[in-house]
Every structure is written in C-alpha cells, then in structure tokens.
Nanobody
Framework: QVQLVESGGGLVQPGGSLRLSCAAS????????MNWYRQAPGKERELVAR????????VYADSVKGRFTISRDHPKNTVHLQMNSLSAEDTAVYLC???????WGQGTQVTVSS
C-alpha cells in the first residue's frame, strides 16, 4: 500500500523540542521533493518546510526559520522535521506531503502548552 505515515507529535511545553518523522511505504522517497505542512484550527494549511530530492536544498516558512530543520534519511525512506524553541503559535496538525505523487499523510498533532 502506497502511503505516508507521520509520527512524533505530542504535547510539549513552550521552548521545548519535538522531532517528527514521515515514513513512506509502497514506494521510495529517493529523489522526490518532500514537504511538511501544518494546519491550525481556523487557519489555512501552511507550507512549513521543503527538501529537495538530494537533500541539498531546503526551504522554510519565515515563521520557522532558525528553529525547524527538515532532513531525509534515504536508507530508512523517511523524512524528519526537527522542531526547536516551540511556542503556542506552532500548535497544529503537521502533515507530510509527496507532491510528485499528490500523496498526503494522515497528520500528527503538535500541541505547545504549559
């Protein structure tokens, strides 16, 4: 079955960190652009980070620059999103996306609260 499965979300205090993972099954992520999006209640879906097929090029939303890092693990067919210095504004459902296949994961909830 071709799918993306996110993991690693949860409840974290302001200033804390989380590492999200997006594992692909049924196909290889190699050399495919991969995106992380997020959607907060009442807000539009927002592109958070993008990584090139080789992993050499990355793009970030202004709101997360310097705090979030996207990376890929080719042998494990996985893409990660390391999130540091989290604040309440980062609370959202985070979704992994493979645009070449128009494929989305089910999302993982990140809640930043004291």
């Amino acid at each position: 079955q071709v799918q993306l499965v996110e993991s690693g979300g949860g409840l974290v205090q302001p200033g804390g960190s989380l590492r999200l993972s997006c594992a692909a099954s049924g196909f290889t992520l190699n050399y495919s652009i991969m995106n992380w999006y997020r959607q907060a209640p009442g807000k539009e879906r927002e592109l958070v980070a993008r990584i090139s097929g080789s992993g050499a090029s990355t793009v970030y939303a202004d709101s997360v620059k310097g705090r979030f890092t996207i990376s890929r693990d080719h042998p494990k067919n996985t893409v990660h999103l390391q999130m540091n210095s989290l604040s309440a504004e980062d609370t959202a459902v985070y979704l992994c996306n493979a645009p070449s296949r128009n494929l989305w994961g089910q999302g993982t909830q990140v809640t930043v609260s004291s």
